[in-house]
């Protein structure tokens, strides 16, 4: 048992915990690098194992993540509009190319209104589609295939406190398939 331990690398976390948004703006951070050590066969080995790049409002705006040759394994970018939303979501493959995009809709009050993924090649795979009521409560979301035919529906419905008391799953034949119910206590 004792050469068998030897034998398993130990890694050790040298970055920092992350931080949140408000932590990243009030210190001004732009970007953090995060390293892995491995002890292996008696050495360290170390590699470069992620970067984050943040806008002035801390927002996540590129992740890159890395091989331990130094290659990058995966890429992901957002933008994001004047309130804080991401707008746009971007995943890339080694090669540079696109290989996932999402974007995202909102209405005057905020709230998220539409949601669309993409492939590589700028089909769409699905798209949700999001309602509100006029207290600003969600009151259905609809999920459609990358034909634009419906897939799923949920529907909400709130108590006269704005608590969401029930969600309705329909099917794309508009047949309810479950109810969940949520109670409240103190």
Known sequence: ??????????????????????????????????????????????????????????????????????SVKKKRTAKFDGSGNMTEEYEYIPEKKIDRKVTWKYNSGGEKTEEVEYDGKGAVLKKIVFTYNSRGEKTAENHYDGAGKLQKKHVFTYDKNGLRVERKTYNADNVLESVKKYIYGK
């Not at 048992?1 to 920092?16: E, F």
């Not at 915990?17 to 360290?44: C, F, H, L």
């Open 1 to 70: 048992m004792k050469y068998l331990l030897s034998i398993v690398p130990v890694i050790i976390w040298l970055s920092v915990p992350a931080q949140t948004k408000k932590q990243v703006k009030s210190n001004g951070i732009r970007i953090t690098t995060e390293y892995m050590v491995s002890t292996e066969n008696g050495k360290d080995v170390t590699w470069k194992e992620s970067t984050t790049s943040f806008d002035k409002s801390g927002n996540v705006i590129e992740e890159v993540q890395y091989n331990r040759d130094g």
